[in-house]
């Protein structure tokens, strides 16, 4: 459906008349000079030319801000490279580019997890709420005089600058639709929608995208070292993404939490014979509804070079974590692992497991002691270095999350890992 939009034409800048061309490139420059800061962001642009837009039933002022699609492709329609000043263009580059940097596609699925958006159609009012709300983000962090005279700030809805756009969403939700459309429409980059003139081909992949928003990070933090002029919310942004250790304790989180929700979440509707003084309708059997209380087990890499501060450091965490999850005392299992499984405890306290071992490493003996023991765990949790040998496939019973304490050596596919930084930090 999105390069359905038929008698859409896309070539590259290379095919543009001289004039157009030499406007695209003046527009970077002037982009790289409005915010030094991104200028890697704004060089990773993919310009893709598209043609053809009002025969494709879209409105001719579709490209007007230069949409972006989450691959980093930017689009230009001839018409507004050759009417928008360079200075516009370059205004649209440095805001597209915040979307992109700022992940407005993922965030929006998170803000509006239902959007009933359709690819390649007409935006929902909720597509245009996020729009506005995104570009509030983006734009109070614009230099006043790069900016466009009608992009909106959130000032001019009467809403506080510095906020992110999920603030905006909300202070927004209770405005006539009208009263929030959007006047510009900055693409699927800003909403994960697929767009009629969307090609729907890979641009940037998703690790290289991950390098480009590392590398702007990098940049914005050292010249706002620098004593740089780098508004504050660009410095705030690109100390989240340099510090993604900030992180691991609520990735942590999520993956047990995840572990422990596919169980609970599956309440059976067992058939079990009511006792006789029970028996309201002699001889029929009443199903009873029973929900399963996960069982735990906690394995944990007692070789030699895990012992000591990493290694309780961890198991504090994993234990916080599990006992905020609800997982009950009795339904969990401490195994202590070298070369051999070894029980250990029945609670996750630094103080109290019981660290057996010191050998070698080879986890599948600790694993094989999990899976066979009864009642069998829904849910593993490792916590090791990652030097063992693993099981190649993913054991029959229960997920395993390994929180890995050494991001070298990884586990297989099958388990779901976190990276815990050495010593917890
Ligand atoms: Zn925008």
């Not at 510095?162 to 905006?168: M, N, R, S, T």
């Amino acid at each position: 459906m999105t390069s359905a939009a038929l008698g859409v034409r896309r070539s590259g800048v290379q095919d543009l008349p001289a004039p157009l061309r030499e406007a695209w490139a003046a527009a970077r420059v002037r982009a790289a000079h409005t915010a030094p800061y991104l200028t890697t962001a704004v060089l990773a642009l993919q310009p893709v030319v598209v043609d053809g837009l009002e025969e494709a039933g879209c409105s001719a002022a579709a490209l007007r801000a230069f949409p972006v699609d989450t691959g980093w492709r930017v689009h230009l329609d001839p018409h507004w490279l050759a009417v928008t000043p360079p200075a516009g263009i370059a205004f649209w580059l440095v805001h597209q580019v915040g979307h992109l940097l700022r992940q407005h596609a993922d965030r929006f699925g998170a803000a509006c997890p239902q959007p009933a958006a359709v690819p390649g159609q007409p935006r929902t009012p909720e597509q245009q709420r996020w729009n506005v709300s995104a570009d509030c983000e983006v734009n109070d962090d614009v230099p006043g005089d790069a900016r466009a005279s009608d992009a909106v700030l959130p000032s001019s809805l009467g809403l506080a600058d510095g906020q992110p756009a999920e603030v905006y969403w909300a202070a927004l939700a209770h405005r006539t639709p009208t009263s929030v459309q959007a006047t510009v429409d900055c693409g699927s980059g800003t909403d994960g929608v697929a767009r009629g003139w969307d090609s729907g081909e890979p641009g940037l992949t998703e690790p290289e995208a991950r390098q480009v928003r590392r590398e702007t990070a990098r940049t914005v933090a050292a010249r706002g070292r620098e004593g740089g002029d780098v508004p504050e919310a660009w410095r705030r942004w690109a100390e989240q993404v340099l510090e993604p250790v900030v992180d691991w304790r609520r990735e942590l989180s999520a993956a047990l939490r995840l572990g422990v929700a596919g169980v609970v979440g599956r309440v059976d509707y067992s058939y079990v014979r009511p006792s006789r003084r029970a028996g309201a309708v002699p001889g029929v059997v009443l199903p009873s509804l029973r929900q399963p209380v996960p069982q735990v087990t906690v394995l944990l890499d007692t070789s030699q070079s895990m012992l000591g501060e990493p290694l309780s450091r961890a198991v504090a965490e994993v234990g916080g974590v599990l006992r905020a999850v609800g997982v009950a005392r009795h339904s969990l299992r401490v195994l202590c692992c070298d070369s051999t499984a070894y029980d250990s405890a029945r609670v996750l306290d630094a103080r109290e497991v019981q660290v057996v071992g010191g050998g070698g490493t080879d986890l599948r003996a600790g694993l094989a002691a999990a899976a066979s023991a009864r009642p069998r765990p829904d849910l593993v949790v490792v916590l090791t270095d990652g030097g063992t040998d693993w099981p190649q496939e993913r054991p029959r019973h229960g997920a395993v999350v390994v929180g890995l304490l050494d991001s070298r050596r990884r586990p297989p596919d099958w388990a779901r890992t976190v990276d815990i930084p050495w010593g917890g930090a």
